[in-house]
């Protein structure tokens, strides 16, 4: 599990495979400080298990990953977001992220708003439909805040902080982007589903069951 708070930008050394598996090497500091063989790294948001060595770390990438994120595109010398596993205990200073990838989104367009930069990125409507107005989402493994949601691609707002500290930095219009939606709303998709096959679409009549009417009164 991480918390999508982006502790280093890596560097992409090699990667080498095809789409039935690749295998990366990434050169890194402040990640590979402590980590053991079999821990977990966060790869632009892909959960990857590492073998770590001196100054750099390798990681086996399955096709699934391939098929479903940016892995693929990356080559040497390419900026790559990095995150270690949150410990127990740990500070959790963004939201719960699951290093699974959704889909792999495209930057639309970066506009400067003030001091900040605005990031519009298109994505599948089957995926949308969980990114919410002031919700969370995760974008190369990055935790942010949704501005605005539409009809085919939401807008975050980066602050230079953010532009300067992680590899968001380096995308322009037309590059590819990881994208993990919030998984409580994966999860809450999936209770109303299971509640609507024994309540039907409005619930019981005594009340019974999560349903839509019932997140609504409650302020969900």
């Known amino acids: 599990m991480f918390t999508g708070i982006i502790e280093e930008i890596g560097t992409v050394r090699s990667i080498y495979g095809s789409l039935s598996g690749a295998v990366i090497d990434i050169s890194a500091s402040k990640v590979i400080d402590g980590t053991k063989l079999g821990d977990s790294i966060a790869v632009n948001g892909v959960c990857l298990t590492v ?6 770390f390798t990681a086996d990438v399955m ?3 391939l098929r479903r994120t940016s892995l693929g595109s990356l080559g040497p010398g390419s900026k790559v977001n990095l995150e270690r596993a949150v410990p127990c205990g740990g500070r959790f200073g963004g939201h719960i992220v699951s290093g699974h990838v959704d889909a792999c989104g495209r930057v639309e ?3 400067k708003e003030g001091i900040a930069t605005l990031m519009r990125v298109s994505v599948p409507r089957n995926v949308l ?3 919410a ?4 989402v995760t974008l190369d493994g990055t935790s942010l805040t949704v501005v605005h949601a539409g009809e085919d691609s939401f807008t975050v707002s980066l602050i230079p902080h953010t532009l300067s500290s992680t590899a968001l930095g380096f995308l322009r219009t037309g590059s590819p982007v990881n994208v993990e939606v919030d998984m409580l709303a994966r999860y809450v998709e999936r209770l109303l589903d299971c509640s609507s096959a024994h309540t039907g679409a409005r619930g019981g009549k005594d009340g019974s069951g999560l349903t839509l009417d019932y997140l609504i009164e409650n302020g969900f």
């Not at 073998?51 to 750099?56: A, D, I, L, M």
């Not at 107005?133 to 969370?136: P, T």
């Open 133 to 136: 107005e002031k919700g969370s």
């Open 63 to 65: 096709p699934e990953s």
């Open 129 to 131: 439909k969980y990114i």
């Open 51 to 56: 073998t770590p060595g001196h100054g750099y």
């Open 109 to 111: 367009a970066m506009e």
